[in-house]
């Protein structure tokens, strides 16, 4: 049962665009939403994150946006840069057993920006 | 600037066999993690720690056995290699007031390939 799903595991964009990554959830009860970024051989770094509260986060080029009506983020990356290629994965931090929690994690999309 | 260590980097092993997987973090971060990242499966817990001597089962927990005696180390062991195992694993780390507080933002280490024959 995979609670954090991202349907899209290959992205291909041209430098300079906009990279659009999708991740959608099941368990209204995640209370954070995390992006990492992984590059081959090295662990997933973080990016960005939203507090369920939100609906939009940025940081420079990146932006996450939540509708939680639709149990869906995505994050955007504008403009796009070859240094992004990198798998992303989304991430949902859930809480249990009082203040006890974990993240869940989807199954990653590769982004491959194209110079 | 180590950040959060894992040793070996590679290791293959056959069917039966034990070994740990080493992981250290020099940023006196209580909480550490294991997880394994399979493809198409996404990075799945498999036990974490909130502090040295309290340790958890995660998500995919059978077959491996962790401790915490030290803040600075977190290693999984492998009791009887299967081949089900073959998998990339990576060690993590958090702060208290990040996990308890915050989002739980974790550092990853580098990896460990673990191939099981």
């Known amino acids: 049962d995979q609670q954090v799903k991202q349907n899209s595991p290959s992205l291909s964009v041209q430098e300079g665009r906009i990279s659009i990554l999708n991740c959608d959830y099941t368990n209204s009860m995640f209370d954070y939403f995390l992006w990492y970024k992984k590059y081959p051989a090295e662990g997933p770094t973080f990016l960005i994150s939203i507090s369920s509260i939100k609906d939009k986060n940025e940081d420079g080029r990146f932006t996450v946006f939540l509708n939680k009506s639709a149990k869906h983020l995505s994050l955007h990356i504008v403009p796009s840069q070859p240094g992004d290629s990198a798998v992303y994965f989304c991430a949902a931090r859930l809480l249990y057993g009082g203040a006890t929690n974990k993240l869940i994690f989807g199954t990653g999309t590769l982004l491959a920006v194209q110079p | 600037n180590a950040g959060v260590t894992q040793t070996p980097k590679f290791q293959v092993l056959k069917t039966g066999q034990s070994m740990t997987l080493q992981c250290a973090q020099d940023?006196?971060?209580?909480?550490m993690s294991w997880y394994r990242q399979d493809p198409g499966m996404g990075l799945r817990l498999i036990h974490y720690s909130v502090g040295a001597g309290i340790t958890d089962q995660g998500e995919v927990p059978n077959g491996y056995n962790v401790s915490r005696s030290t803040t600075e180390d977190f290693p999984l062991r492998l009791l009887s290699a299967a081949p089900s195992q073959t998998s990339v694993y990576f060690c993590a780390s958090s702060s208290r007031t990040s996990f308890l507080l915050a989002k739980n933002i974790q550092y990853f280490g580098a990896g460990t390939r673990l191939s099981v024959l």
């Open positions: 940023m006196n971060h209580e909480y």
